[in-house]
């Protein structure tokens, strides 16, 4: 399933403890179409653009833009530690681009 290009799978290991977690990058094969946003978020979007470099924020679509959409599946966790290893490899993986290939 990994040779598609549509499902990943992350791990971390420390000491007794891993966790993991699979992704579906449904975006890949699938997208939606904004078709109106509420004015507040119209009204946040200059200032989400602006800050989200320093601080990862998601990015509000234009009216006719499109969104697009990653599953987490498969969670994990094995361990003392494994709970916070979950957290942080969903953490992780959530404040960065799913474009990118396993790191974990």
Do not use: D, K
Request: net charge positive.
């Amino acid at each position: 399933m990994e040779a598609t290009g549509l499902f990943s799978t992350w791990r971390l290991r420390r000491g007794g403890s891993w966790a993991s977690i699979g992704v579906y990058r449904a975006s890949r094969v699938m997208r939606t179409r904004v078709i109106a946003i509420p004015w507040y978020y119209r009204l946040a979007r200059p200032v989400f653009s602006a800050v989200s470099p320093v601080v990862p924020l998601p990015r509000i679509p234009v009216p006719g833009g499109t969104i697009g959409y990653t599953f987490v599946y498969n969670h994990l966790a094995v361990g003392p530690q494994g709970t916070a290893l979950w957290r942080e490899l969903l953490g992780t993986r959530t404040t960065r681009p799913w474009t990118t290939g396993p790191t974990c």
